[in-house]
């Protein structure tokens, strides 16, 4: 009885906090659950869909996309009306998945609607309803200047108009295809976007196209087309930085048979780093067993940012793809590798620090040992509660609330695995902390070895920070090493080999080694290769030093160097002699400054309003 009569709150509760959700789309993107639609919850949705309020009609639509009751679609008839032009589009979309009869006629009249977007939606709506009764009206709009109109009319006829639409589309479709000019392509990959699977075979000429923004137009499609045939073209456009992103949603989109080739391309040694950093991204949007097992399956991953992505890719699998918890001894043999792996870098951390303990080193061999501590909680999502573990994980780093972050874990975790995961979140000094690793504790590293490694790493910035603590600590040893990373890939790396050698080599090696990287395309390489040939000491312009500065201006501060080298390499160091003008009121704001050395006055109308000192900003908002 005392649970009955709690259904009548727990339903006002509910509907408020589905009432809630809609007060904002993105606050409403937040909540991961779908709500459940009863009559009260439909009847307060099709409310919401009358709001003036577009952003919260838009939100609605979204949560109603599945719903084909009569209610939901005479609410949405009404919004092909609305003063909004993206609402109209949705409507009219939302229209044509629902094969809503009575639309065609007010789909017909939108082909006139000054938005070129709701035009192309009312075509696609029109199609669906009339079919091949359609062509006469939807061959109107074949020459209409909008291309999104010219290609919603042509998929519309292909998919919807029968012989006679898809002889007409199709004529239209294989002239663009053949067009000389790329924009017609691109166009033509638009088309085949809207025709979906379908679209196949025209689209494999479109993803060998030699221009750049008609390959970029045909993956677009790919993903509408995700035929499993179009794999190794889209792997192929995997590896090259330009087409990524777009190839990387194509391959989502196909699923299942992409894994096999993501796979292969995350294992070879010869894939470059970033293609592999993005492969665990990728499979993570492929909620599959098979997924899931292909990820699972791969030996231990040595580069530890990309170790992390893998196991994070794996707890979201587990959990996307409902798949039951991974038994206690396999858990238990990962995480045992993992806290190893930690307790090693602590060792010959605890070794190497007196002679190698630059600050931009110790910084990173924190963020490597946080990372280890991440690892070990992705490997538990294989077992336990995804969202229970992610409480753990967003406050074990805070001051205050890590302690509870930590009993939290200590709760949830069987016995056996206690001893291996708490001591590693236990605030505790390392010495004491090497003392509790117990069997987990390997070998220590020899310092020397283990800057070496640091210098190798597969992290560009790892290597970059080590190759700079090498060369200070005028390590002999890591000459050879630091040779071979003149001829990294990455500029970052570069820069540190050249740090490293110009402190390692003299005389004529050094001339040997440096010269080529003089022309190099990097301005930061080349710069401290012409300054170390010329025997100037470090200047404040270079990497390392702007890190080490931008790490102690108060808006960057609580951002570790990994994440503030690429803005240091951007950065660029101006100086402006006394009384001169740096910006002023009705510039295009497309900067933000640092003071370095000197003050700098903030005046309006000739009077100062603030004046600032070295770890100050301005330009804020640019």
Same mark, same amino acid.
């Given at each position: 009885?005392?649970?009955?009569?709690?259904?009548?709150?727990?339903?006002?509760?509910?509907?408020?906090?589905?009432?809630?959700?809609?007060?904002?789309?993105?606050?409403?993107?937040?909540?991961? !659950?779908?709500?459940?639609?009863?009559?009260?919850?439909?009847?307060?949705?099709?409310?919401?869909?009358?709001?003036?309020?577009?952003?919260?009609?838009? !939100?609605?639509?979204?949560?109603?996309?599945?719903?084909?009751?009569?209610?939901?679609?005479?609410?949405?008839?009404?919004?092909?009306?609305?003063?909004?032009?993206?609402?109209?589009?949705?409507?009219?979309?939302?229209?044509?998945?629902?094969?809503?009869?009575?639309?065609?006629?007010?789909?017909?009249?939108?082909?006139?609607?000054?938005?070129?977007?709701?035009?192309?939606?009312?075509?696609?709506?029109?199609?669906?309803?009339?079919?091949?009764?359609?062509?006469?009206?939807?061959?109107?709009?074949?020459?209409?200047?909008?291309?999104?109109?010219?290609?919603?009319?042509?998929?519309?006829?292909?998919?919807?108009?029968?012989?006679?639409?898809?002889?007409?589309?199709?004529?239209?479709?294989?002239?663009?295809?053949?067009?000389?000019?790329?924009?017609?392509?691109?166009?033509?990959?638009?088309?085949?976007?809207?025709?979906?699977?379908?679209?196949?075979?025209?689209? %494999?000429?479109?993803?060998?196209?030699?221009?750049?923004?008609?390959?970029?137009?045909?993956?677009?499609?790919?993903?509408?087309?995700?035929?499993?045939?179009?794999?190794?073209?889209?792997?192929?456009?995997?590896?090259?930085?330009?087409?990524?992103?777009?190839?990387?949603?194509?391959?989502?989109?196909?699923?299942?048979?992409?894994?096999?080739?993501?796979?292969?391309?995350?294992?070879?040694?010869?894939?470059?780093?970033?293609?592999?950093?993005?492969?665990?991204?990728?499979?993570?949007?492929?909620? &599959?067993?098979?997924?899931?097992?292909?990820?699972?399956?791969?030996?231990?991953?040595?580069?530890?940012?990309?170790?992390?992505?893998?196991?994070?890719?794996?707890?979201?699998?587990?959990?996307?793809?409902?798949?039951?918890?991974?038994?206690?001894?396999?858990?238990?043999?990962?995480?045992?590798?993992?806290?190893?792996?930690?307790?090693?870098?602590?060792?010959?951390?605890?070794?190497?620090?007196?002679?190698?303990? &630059?600050?931009?080193?110790?910084?990173?061999?924190?963020?490597?040992?946080?990372?280890?501590?991440?690892?070990?909680?992705?490997?538990?999502?294989?077992?336990?509660?995804?969202?229970?573990?992610?409480?753990?994980?967003?406050?074990?780093?805070?001051?205050?609330?890590?302690?509870?972050?930590?009993? %939290?874990?200590?709760?949830?975790?069987?016995?056996?695995?206690?001893?291996?995961?708490?001591?590693?979140?236990?605030?505790?000094?390392?010495?004491?902390?090497?003392?509790?690793?117990?069997?987990?504790?390997?070998?220590?590293?020899?310092?020397?070895?283990?800057?070496?490694?640091?210098?190798?790493?597969?992290?560009?910035?790892?290597?970059?920070?080590?190759?700079?603590?090498?060369?200070?600590?005028?390590?002999?040893?890591?000459?050879?090493?630091?040779?071979?990373?003149?001829?990294?890939?990455?500029?970052?790396?570069?820069?540190?080999?050249?740090?490293?050698?110009?402190?390692?080599?003299?005389?004529?090696?050094?001339?040997?080694?440096?010269?080529?990287?003089?022309?190099?395309?990097?301005?930061? %390489?080349? !710069?401290?290769?012409?300054?170390?040939?010329?025997?100037?000491?470090?200047?404040?312009?270079?990497?390392?030093?702007?890190?080490?500065?931008?790490?102690?201006?108060?808006?960057?501060?609580?951002?570790?160097?990994?994440?503030?080298?690429?803005?240091?390499?951007?950065?660029?160091?101006?100086?402006?002699?006394?009384?001169?003008?740096?910006?002023?009121?009705?510039?295009?704001?497309?900067?933000?400054?640092?003071?370095?050395?000197?003050?700098?006055?903030?005046?309006?109308?000739?009077?100062?309003?603030?004046?600032?000192?070295?770890?100050?900003?301005?330009?804020?908002?640019?």
């Amino acid at each position: 009885a005392a649970w009955l009569a709690l259904l009548p709150v727990l339903r006002r509760r509910y509907l408020r906090a589905l009432e809630a959700s809609l007060s904002g789309r993105a606050a409403a993107f937040a909540v991961d !659950h779908e709500f459940l639609l009863d009559s009260g919850s439909r009847a307060l949705l099709v409310r919401s869909l009358g709001s003036p309020d577009p952003t919260l009609v838009l !939100h609605t639509l979204e949560r109603l996309r599945e719903d084909r009751s009569e209610e939901v679609l005479g609410a949405v008839r009404g919004l092909v009306r609305h003063p909004d032009a993206e609402v109209r589009e949705e409507a009219f979309k939302h229209l044509a998945a629902a094969a809503d009869p009575l639309s065609a006629g007010p789909a017909e009249e939108a082909l006139g609607d000054p938005s070129p977007r709701v035009m192309a939606a009312a075509l696609g709506a029109l199609c669906v309803l009339q079919k091949d009764e359609a062509v006469k009206v939807v061959s109107g709009a074949l020459e209409h200047p909008e291309k999104r109109v010219r290609a919603a009319a042509v998929a519309g006829l292909i998919r919807h108009g029968g012989v006679e639409g898809a002889v007409l589309g199709g004529a239209h479709l294989d002239a663009l295809l053949r067009d000389p000019s790329p924009k017609a392509r691109v166009l033509a990959a638009g088309v085949i976007e809207a025709i979906g699977p379908p679209g196949y075979r025209p689209l %494999t000429r479109l993803l060998a196209d030699e221009e750049l923004p008609v390959r970029k137009a045909a993956l677009r499609a790919a993903a509408s087309v995700a035929d499993a045939r179009l794999v190794p073209a889209l792997l192929e456009a995997l590896r090259a930085d330009p087409t990524r992103r777009q190839a990387a949603r194509a391959l989502k989109a196909v699923g299942d048979p992409a894994v096999p080739g993501l796979v292969a391309l995350l294992s070879d040694p010869r894939s470059s780093r970033d293609l592999r950093m993005a492969v665990p991204r990728i499979l993570r949007s492929i909620p &599959t067993a098979g997924a899931f097992e292909a990820l699972r399956g791969l030996p231990w991953v040595e580069d530890e940012q990309l170790r992390l992505r893998c196991l994070a890719a794996l707890g979201r699998l587990r959990e996307r793809a409902n798949l039951p918890p991974r038994t206690l001894p396999e858990v238990q043999a990962r995480l045992a590798d993992e806290a190893r792996w930690s307790y090693g870098l602590l060792g010959a951390w605890a070794g190497a620090e007196p002679r190698y303990g &630059t600050p931009l080193l110790r910084d990173d061999v924190e963020l490597s040992l946080r990372r280890g501590r991440r690892r070990l909680l992705r490997i538990l999502e294989l077992r336990y509660p995804r969202a229970e573990l992610g409480l753990v994980l967003r406050h074990v780093e805070s001051q205050d609330r890590g302690a509870t972050a930590v009993e %939290t874990l200590d709760a949830l975790l069987e016995p056996p695995l206690k001893g291996v995961v708490l001591p590693l979140f236990e605030a505790l000094p390392r010495e004491k902390m090497l003392e509790k690793a117990g069997p987990l504790a390997p070998v220590r590293m020899e310092p020397q070895e283990f800057i070496l490694a640091r210098c190798a790493d597969p992290d560009p910035y790892t290597a970059f920070v080590a190759l700079h603590a090498a060369g200070a600590a005028r390590e002999a040893g890591a000459l050879g090493t630091a040779a071979s990373a003149l001829g990294s890939p990455d500029a970052l790396v570069r820069e540190g080999a050249v740090h490293a050698v110009a402190r390692l080599a003299a005389g004529e090696e050094r001339r040997r080694l440096l010269e080529p990287l003089l022309a190099d395309d990097a301005a930061g %390489t080349a !710069h401290a290769a012409r300054r170390a040939l010329e025997g100037m000491e470090e200047a404040m312009y270079s990497t390392v030093e702007k890190v080490l500065f931008l790490m102690s201006v108060p808006i960057f501060s609580k951002l570790p160097g990994e994440d503030l080298a690429p803005l240091a390499q951007a950065a660029e160091v101006e100086t402006h002699p006394r009384g001169s003008l740096i910006v002023k009121e009705g510039d295009v704001g497309d900067a933000l400054y640092v003071v370095l050395r000197g003050r700098v006055s903030i005046e309006k109308g000739g009077q100062a309003l603030a004046a600032l000192g070295p770890k100050d900003t301005f330009g804020e908002m640019a």
